[in-house]
C-alpha cells in the first residue's frame, strides 16, 4: 500500500519547459512534505519542502504548490535545462514520539529535459 | 555537509548467506535511517534508530536486522540473504532541527545470486 501515490512515472521535456510532477496522500498525520532529486549513482539530495499550512513555495526554479484539501502537492521546474535531468522523489513525514520524524517516499519520477 | 559514508559500495553475496552494511556518520546525529530503492517503488523504509541501543521497525522490516552500539554506527544485517533482497540500500541522518533534513550516504548495491 503506498502512502504517497506519485505520477508521471517519466517525463521528457524539451530544454525551456516546465515539467510538472504531482503527488497525492491519505494520511493528514504527515506534517511536512520534501522534494528530493537523486542523479544516477548517488543519493538522493533535499530539493525543496514546504509545510501544510503553505499554499506554494518558491526556491530558484524550483516550486512546490500545495493543496491541503485535495491532500495533494506538486513540484514545478521553471525554465528547465538538461541538467535538471534527475530522478525526483515527493516525501511526506510524520513525527514520532520523542521527537524524530520518518519520511515515505513516492515512486519516483525519471525527468529528461532534452536540449 | 554531514559526513555519512556506506560500506562496502558494492557487494555481491550468495542467497542464504548473512550480510552487514554499514553506514558511519562523523556528526553525532541522533537519527539514522536505512532505507531501501528499487524500480517502481522509490525508497522504503527499512529500520531506524534514534540513539544508541533504540531502534524500531519501518515497513519492510521483515528479514532485517539492525544494531546501534555507538552513536556513529548503524549497521544492517541480512540474517538469511534472499534474492528479493536484491537492492540498493542508503543509509540516512536527519540533520539537527530539520523535520526533514535527511542526508543520504553514497548507497551500497547489494546482488544476491
Known amino acids: 500500500q503506498q502512502q504517497v501515490k506519485q505520477s508521471p512515472q517519466s517525463l521528457i521535456v524539451q530544454k525551456g519547459g516546465i515539467p510538472i510532477i504531482n503527488c497525492a496522500y491519505e494520511?493528514?498525520?504527515?506534517?511536512?512534505f520534501p522534494w528530493y532529486q537523486q542523479f544516477p549513482g548517488k543519493g538522493p539530495a533535499l530539493l525543496i519542502a514546504?509545510?501544510?499550512?503553505?499554499s506554494e513555495k518558491k526556491e530558484g526554479r524550483f516550486t512546490i504548490s500545495f493543496n491541503k484539501s485535495a491532500k495533494q502537492f506538486s513540484l514545478h521546474i521553471m525554465d528547465s535545462q538538461p541538467g535538471d535531468s534527475a530522478t525526483y522523489f515527493c516525501?511526506?513525514?510524520?513525527?514520532?514520539?520523542?521527537?524524530?520524524?520518518?519520511?515515505?517516499f513516492g515512486t519516483g519520477t525519471q525527468l529528461k529535459v532534452e536540449l | 555537509d554531514a559526513g555519512i559514508t556506506q560500506s562496502p559500495r558494492h557487494k555481491v553475496t550468495e542467497t542464504g548467506t548473512p550480510v552487514t552494511l554499514r553506514c558511519h556518520q562523523t556528526e553525532n546525529h541522533r537519527y539514522m535511517y536505512w532505507y531501501r530503492q528499487d524500480p517502481g517503488h522509490g525508497l522504503r523504509l527499512i529500520h531506524y534508530?534514534?540513539?544508541?541501543?533504540?531502534?524500531d521497525k519501518g515497513e519492510v522490516s521483515d528479514g532485517y536486522s539492525v544494531s546501534r552500539s555507538k552513536t556513529e554506527d548503524f549497521l544492517l544485517t541480512l540474517e538469511s540473504a534472499t534474492s528479493s533482497q536484491t537492492s540498493v540500500y542508503f543509509c540516512?541522518?536527519?540533520?539537527?532541527?530539520?523535520?526533514?533534513?535527511?542526508?543520504f550516504g553514497s548507497g551500497t548495491r547489494l546482488t544476491v545470486v
Open positions: 514546504i509545510r501544510p499550512d503553505v
Open positions: 494520511n493528514t498525520a504527515f506534517d511536512y
Open positions: 516525501a511526506a513525514s510524520i513525527s514520532l514520539a520523542g521527537g524524530g520524524n520518518k519520511l515515505t
Open positions: 540516512a541522518i536527519r540533520e539537527q532541527g530539520a523535520n526533514y533534513g535527511y542526508t
Open positions: 534508530s534514534y540513539g544508541v541501543k533504540d531502534t
